[in-house]
């Protein structure tokens, strides 16, 4: 395994949770995204989101809709000469999915099959990524999978017992400034 990646949930990471977003009019990047992901690729590493869609399980969209929205998403990085190397989804929920999409699904967060696979797919080398997310099962996935580097965002910090166990941070700019910051030291 060669290769260093930063996971990154996609809601409340690269765009503003509105919960539920489906359409790129309802699709806010979060300030300062595209300058982390620039310093991200600059540094060697590969960008994989990886991201829980019960939206689709629960019948708000489709796949093809999460589809579209994520070429689009895509596109606007790739507009900025950003490369998203995977992006990987679970469309299941345990307990609120209809369907085919009714089911405890392993590549579900907090479970790390997301990362798991785009780490054989892309030979990366989980203990030298960075997960970062905005929920305690994106840490836990994180942790599940291997990865020390561990970054929680969001606009005020409510976490307690297991604090210590990530880093806290603003967005993700601020967790690309102290990630390389102390990587330097």
């Keep these: 395994m060669t290769n260093r990646a930063f996971f990154l949930d996609r809601d409340g990471v690269i ?4 919960g539920y977003v489906c359409h790129p009019e309802q699709f806010d990047f979060v300030p300062g995204v595209f300058e982390a992901c620039k310093k991200i690729i600059e540094q060697g590493y590969l960008i994989v989101v990886v991201t829980n869609q019960a939206g689709i399980g629960r019948g708000y969209y489709t ?3 999460f589809l579209a929205l994520t070429a689009w998403m895509k596109q606007e990085f790739a507009r900025r000469q950003i490369t998203i190397a995977d992006v990987r989804f679970c469309p ?9 999409y009714l089911k ?4 579900r967060k907090p479970n790390p099959g997301m990362l798991i696979a785009a780490a054989e797919e892309h030979q990366i ?7 970062v997310g ?7 996935a994180g942790q599940r999978a291997g990865i020390s580097a ?3 965002v969001a606009e005020e910090h409510t ?5 210590a166990e990530w880093v806290n941070c603003h967005r993700l700019v601020d967790v690309v400034a102290h990630y390389f910051a102390i990587a330097t030291e």
């Design 15 to 18: 765009n503003i949770d509105h």
């Design 63 to 65: 796949e093809d809709e």
């Design 92 to 100: 299941h929920h345990a307990t609120h999915g209809q369907g085919k």
């Design 104 to 107: 405890d699904c392993e590549n």
């Design 125 to 131: 080398d989980l203990s030298r990524s960075v997960m």
């Design 134 to 140: 905005d929920k305690t099962s994106d840490m836990e």
């Design 150 to 152: 561990l970054y929680k």
């Design 159 to 163: 976490d307690t017992i297991e604090q």
